[in-house]
């Protein structure tokens, strides 16, 4: 979560058109656990709006002017590792959803999904765990599936894989395959008959081993790196 936990998220809002900012304004304001905090209108503004005020999520146009939403979420992630960057667009097609999410951003939303599923997104990413529209789930695992990588070999000549795999306990290859699945941190804890602080601290070792900063890039990597099989 954010780093003042007795007091309300900070949630900076980026998005060229007006109408927009203000509904989304308006779906923040009325949660008592969030606060909008600031505004941009193009991704330049956005990374020195970060600066100045440190928002704990950045709710994220990607298609804006002077600087897009992409390269300001890379830049932003970069410089503020413990920000979150939500991205909130229309656009739910490859060209977008990929590099949005190897950008850094933790999560992918649609426009048109309702007040309550942006709010519940929001809320999602701030606790650490992903959040990414069916439709752009769809998209994510077909890219994957059209253009899987080459087995990366290691220095020592073994299959990058499997050296993954061999680093990963047991239980936290399962959860990592449950994540795959869009399961919670609550729903794996349930299932496996765990606590949810064991669940994150599974979650954590596995996002370290795999060289990862969140949930979403864990579940690219695993589909990517043939951990986990793609449905």
């Known amino acids: 979560m954010h780093e003042d936990s007795a007091g309300p998220a900070k949630v900076l809002i980026v998005d060229d058109q007006r109408l927009m900012l203000g ?29 100045a005020l440190r928002p704990d999520l950045v709710l994220m146009d990607l298609q804006m002017p002077v600087l897009d939403g992409v390269e300001a979420t890379r830049a932003i992630t970069d410089e503020f590792p413990a920000t979150r960057v939500l991205a909130v667009t229309t656009f739910s097609s490859e060209d977008w959803v990929i590099p949005a999410l190897r950008a850094g951003a933790s999560g992918y939303v649609l426009k048109d999904s309702e007040p309550h599923e942006i709010v519940g997104a929001v809320r999602a990413v701030l606790a ?5 529209s069916r439709g752009v789930a769809a998209t994510l695992i077909r890219s ?32 990592l395959e449950l994540l795959c ?38 579940v690219i990597a695993a ?8 449905p």
């Open 144 to 175: 994957v599936v059209a253009d899987p990588p080459a087995p990366r070999a290691r220095a020592d000549g073994s299959d990058g894989a499997a050296a993954l795999r061999r680093a990963l306990s047991e239980r936290e290859l399962t959860v």
């Open 223 to 230: 589909y990517r790196t043939g951990l986990v099989r793609i």
């Open 181 to 218: 699945e869009g399961l919670s941190n609550k729903e794996i804890a349930a299932q496996l008959y765990l606590s949810e602080p064991t669940v994150k601290s599974h979650l954590s070792h596995v996002l370290t081993k795999l060289g990862v900063r969140d949930r979403v890039q864990a």
């Open 128 to 132: 650490g765990e992903s959040a990414v």
């Open 23 to 51: 509904a989304l304004r308006v779906f923040i304001d009325h949660e008592e656990d969030l606060v909008v905090v600031g505004e941009a209108q193009d991704g330049r503004t956005a990374v020195a709006q970060c600066r």
